[in-house]
C-alpha cells in the first residue's frame, strides 16, 4: 500500500491508497429478458471486503444497486416465495 503526503502551509494529510482486483460476472441481459437491447447487459461485482455486491444493468435505465449478502439473500428468498405461492 503507497501513501500520498500532501503539505499545507503546517498542516500534513496522509492518504492512503491502495489497488485491488474485484471478481465480477457478466452476461447479456437479451438472453434473459425479452425488452432488452442487443448491448445491455448485467454485471455483479463482489466487494473487495466479501459483504456485498454491486449489480449493474446497463440497459436503457442504467441503475446500479449496492447489497450486502444478507440483503441480496433476503430478495432472492422473497423472489422464490412469490414464484411458488404469488400465482
Same mark, same amino acid.
Given at each position: 500500500?503507497?501513501?500520498?503526503?500532501?503539505? =499545507?502551509?503546517?498542516?500534513?494529510? &496522509?492518504?492512503?491508497?491502495?489497488?485491488?482486483?474485484?471478481? @465480477? @460476472?457478466?452476461?447479456?441481459?437479451? =438472453?434473459?429478458?425479452?425488452?432488452?437491447?442487443?448491448?445491455?447487459?448485467?454485471?455483479? &461485482?463482489?466487494?473487495?471486503?466479501?459483504?456485498?455486491? &454491486?449489480?449493474?444493468?446497463?440497459?436503457?435505465?442504467?441503475?446500479?444497486?449496492?447489497?450486502?449478502?444478507?440483503?441480496?439473500? @433476503?430478495?432472492?428468498? &422473497?423472489?422464490?416465495?412469490?414464484?411458488?405461492?404469488?400465482?
Amino acid at each position: 500500500m503507497d501513501k500520498l503526503v500532501f503539505r =499545507k502551509a503546517s498542516i500534513t494529510k &496522509t492518504i492512503k491508497m491502495e489497488i485491488s482486483k474485484r471478481t @465480477a @460476472a457478466f452476461t447479456e441481459l437479451i =438472453k434473459f429478458c425479452p425488452f432488452a437491447k442487443e448491448h445491455d447487459h448485467v454485471e455483479v &461485482t463482489n466487494w473487495i471486503n466479501g459483504e456485498g455486491y &454491486t449489480i449493474t444493468i446497463s440497459s436503457t435505465r442504467n441503475t446500479s444497486i449496492d447489497l450486502t449478502r444478507g440483503e441480496f439473500e @433476503a430478495i432472492r428468498k &422473497t423472489i422464490k416465495f412469490l414464484d411458488k405461492h404469488g400465482g
